[in-house]
Structures are given as C-alpha cells and as structure tokens.
C-alpha cells in the first residue's frame, strides 16, 4: 500500500504541538464519509489512553480508494512514536459492512520521529524555578508601596504648579533666619563685652570687636556698606533710607561707636579705660537699636509684602474691568451697526 506521511512543522520536538497528514489508498473504496472528530469523542479519549500523546482533533476523508487522515495532536514521548490503531468500523452501516472484513476498517498511521528537548536546545539538566515577582506574603507591601509613590508624585505635581510661591516663601524663611542669626550672635557677643570674658578683659580689643562687629551686623542686615564707612560716615550711609525712628537708634550706635574710637585712638590714658558701669552703658544702647532694627523692618517688610500683593489683586481686577469693558463697547457698535 503507497502512502504519504507528513508533519507540520517538519522538525517536532517533545510537548510541541503537531499537525500530522497521512495519505494512503486502499484496495479497495472505503463505504466511510468524511469523519471530524474532537478530543472529547470515543475514539480519541481511547487512542489518548496510552498516554504517549494527547489528540486534539481528528479528520478523515475519502475519495474512492484515496484516503486521508488529519490529526492534530502533541506528542509526550521521544523517539519513534507508534500510534494506536483507528478502528472506524463503528461508522460504516451493517450491510455495507458485510461486504469488507472488519481489519479493513482498521487504519495503522505509521511511526513519527519526534526529537528531544534535550537534542533541541542542547540543555540536559533542569533549569532552577525562576523566585517569584512578589514574595509570598508581601502583597500590602507592595500596595502600600504603589501607594506611597503616588501620593509622593501628586505632591511633587502640586510642588511644581506652585513652584513660584514656594520658592518665594523659602527665600524669606532663609532671610529671616539667617538676620535671626546674624542678630543673635551679636548679642551674645554683647554679654561677653560686658562680663568681660575671653579676648573682652582688654579694654583696647573690647573696643575695636564691638566697633567692627556692630559694623558688620548692620551691613548684613541692611546690604549697606557699614562695614567699610567711618563712624562719621554712618548716619550717611543710611540718610534717605532709614525711617525717622531707626535712625534716631542710629544715632545712639554712632554714638557709642565714636567712643569706642575715643578709646582705641586717643592719646589721653585716662579715656583707654572703661569706667565703672560704662560697659554695660554703651551694650544697653546697641542692644536697644538691635532689637529696634530687627523688629521694625520685620514688621515693615511684612506690610509692604502685604501690600505689593494687594496691589497685584487690584491691578488685576482693573484689568478685567478694562477687558470687560472694551467688550461690552465692542458689542455695542457691532449692534449699531446691525
């Protein structure tokens, strides 16, 4: 008997599933009409029994003495694979039965190589179990996680869109503290004046440490240039920008800073010397235009803030009222017009 056996794919491996075509002719015609059978049929729950493959569909046709055989299935054994035989005597009718032996309605499908895993990806060993995405018993974990992402991304979001007013606010937080700190550490310095510690027992460099740093304080604090005028020159630094009530604490500083001149520069010894109680004198009087400066310009610079935003609202709100007023103009031509 001539037949032909083909595969698809041609190469088949273990667990890869398989379209199997068997041609054959007979001597004679087969009473057998076309055949569609699926995986739930007898005939193949009984074939997939042995358990050397597993049959998915089967097909069979006949035209004369030329038969065909369809099946798909995937094989689980490596090497020749032998299929049951498929009896169809159940399909043909008993008087056309009568005139062919029951074996002719036995049809054999000859033996299939199917290769290895192992001679296809030249592996031989198992692989180890790839671990889990999630370990087991992390699971709110990692919600909780997801969470905590996008709640930290709706806040960078929020950040961005007020980027402006935040960076605002920052730069006057780190003014503040840094005029805080400037302000405090002079005033310590003050009570080291007048408990007479440290480099502050020498009359001289008591002297020239509060005259210099009462300088420097006031060029931080106000961005003039203090730090490098004389004692004569202090009150001009600041004319036309000090308000009447500062500069008249201004005027104390200049006061004791000229006689922290009188001390270092003059020639008399009797005036190198601070009296008795002088030293707390003279700290009393800066530290007065101290705490004057750093609570009239905070205050003064909050309202002027307060101001320039109310004055932002107001021109905006002026702006609307142009805009809604050129409009309701523009209407009212295009209305006389018609």
């Not at 089967?58 to 798909?72: H, K, N, P, R, T």
């Not at 009896?87 to 199917?114: G, R």
């Not at 030249?122 to 709640?151: K, R």
């Not at 005029?179 to 001289?204: H, I, M, T, Y």
């Amino acid at each position: 008997m001539s037949y032909t056996l083909s595969l698809t794919p041609s190469d088949v491996t273990v667990g890869e599933r398989t379209q199997l075509v068997y041609r054959f002719a007979t001597e004679s015609p087969l009473p057998l009409e076309k055949i569609s059978l699926k995986e739930n049929d007898e005939l193949i729950v009984k074939a997939n029994g042995g358990g050397l493959y597993s049959i998915y569909s089967l097909q069979f046709e006949s035209d004369g003495s030329d038969c065909a055989m369809i099946v798909d299935f995937i094989p689980w054994k490596a090497g020749e694979l032998v299929f049951q035989p498929f009896d169809f005597s159940s399909f043909v009718n008993k008087t056309e039965a009568e005139e062919l032996l029951p074996e002719n309605y036995i049809i054999q499908i000859p033996p299939v190589l199917i290769r290895s895993v192992t001679q296809e990806t030249g592996i031989n060993s198992l692989q180890p179990p790839s671990p889990p995405l999630v370990i087991p018993g992390t699971t709110y974990t990692v919600y909780l996680s997801i969470f905590v992402c996008v709640l930290l991304l709706l806040l960078a979001t929020f950040v961005l869109l007020r980027f402006r007013q935040i960076r605002e606010l920052c730069k006057k937080l780190w003014i503040m503290a840094k005029r805080r700190r400037n302000a405090r550490k002079f005033l310590r310095l003050l009570r080291a004046f007048v408990s007479e510690k440290g480099v502050f027992k020498d009359n001289l460099i008591s002297a020239e440490l509060i005259s210099k740093e009462m300088r420097i304080y006031l060029e931080r604090r106000f961005g003039l240039e203090f730090e490098s005028a004389v004692t004569g020159e202090i009150l001009t630094v600041a004319e036309g920008i000090f308000e009447p009530c500062c500069m008249e604490n201004l005027v104390q500083v200049q006061k004791v800073l000229a006689r922290c001149d009188e001390l270092r520069f003059s020639g008399d010894e009797q005036k190198k010397v601070f009296e008795n109680g002088e030293r707390s004198a003279l700290a009393a009087q800066l530290k007065t235009a101290v705490l004057h400066f750093e609570k009239y310009h905070e205050t003064t610079a909050d309202a002027a803030s307060e101001e320039a935003q109310d004055d932002e609202q107001l021109l905006a709100e002026a702006s609307e009222e142009a805009d809604a007023a050129a409009q309701a103009e523009t209407e009212k031509v295009r209305a006389h017009k018609n």
